[in-house]
């Protein structure tokens, strides 16, 4: 036996089953460590200077500091400035192994790192100078002296 199919008719009303929908929560929030990963990974959108100080500069001041910190609680925070500029002799403290290297950071390391910094910025100058063109760079110098330049003509010599 063949059942007979019949297809519906247009006549024929067709019912659309309606949910009701409540709205989806909220996603949960990112988590303190999520958040700094997020703020870590996003640095590379700053220009070199500060992604370089973020990226490469914040972890040894923290280093610092904490040294700093450590040796200004257990040597006093006189000493502690005094042995860092080097007017006092690290042999001089109490405890001479810190002293010693909260010396070494204050004459090998900090110069060190603030020359890089200092370095990096005048050579970025230095580089956007560059750019310029030499009759780029006469015209300027011309036009603050307060010098007309000289005009070209059209057959190639002055």
């Known amino acids: 036996m063949n059942p007979i199919v019949e297809a519906p008719s247009p006549a024929e009303p067709r019912y659309v089953l309606v949910v009701a929908q409540q709205p989806l929560p909220p996603p949960p929030r990112d988590t303190l460590p999520e958040r700094i990963r997020d703020l870590y990974r996003s640095l590379s959108g700053w220009n070199r200077p500060a992604?370089?100080?973020?990226?490469?500069?914040?972890?040894?001041?923290?280093?610092?500091?904490?040294?700093?910190?450590a040796c200004g609680f257990v040597l006093g925070w006189t000493i502690t400035y005094e042995v860092l500029v080097g007017i006092t002799s690290p042999a001089a403290t109490s405890h001479r192994a810190l002293a010693w290297v909260l010396s070494l950071v204050g004459w090998l390391i900090t110069p060190a790192f603030v020359g890089g910094v200092?370095?990096?910025?005048?050579?970025?100058?230095?580089?956007?100078?560059?750019?310029?063109?030499?009759?780029?760079?006469?015209?300027?110098?011309?036009?603050?002296?307060?010098?007309?330049?000289?005009?070209?003509?059209?057959?190639?010599?002055?």
Do not use: C, H, I
């Open 118 to 158: 200092v370095g990096y910025l005048v050579n970025r100058q230095v580089d956007r100078r560059r750019q310029d063109s030499a009759a780029d760079v006469a015209r300027r110098m011309l036009e603050q002296a307060g010098v007309t330049p000289p005009q070209q003509g059209s057959g190639g010599t002055p």
């Open 51 to 69: 992604y370089w100080l973020a990226k490469r500069g914040l972890p040894w001041a923290a280093l610092f500091a904490a040294l700093y910190v």
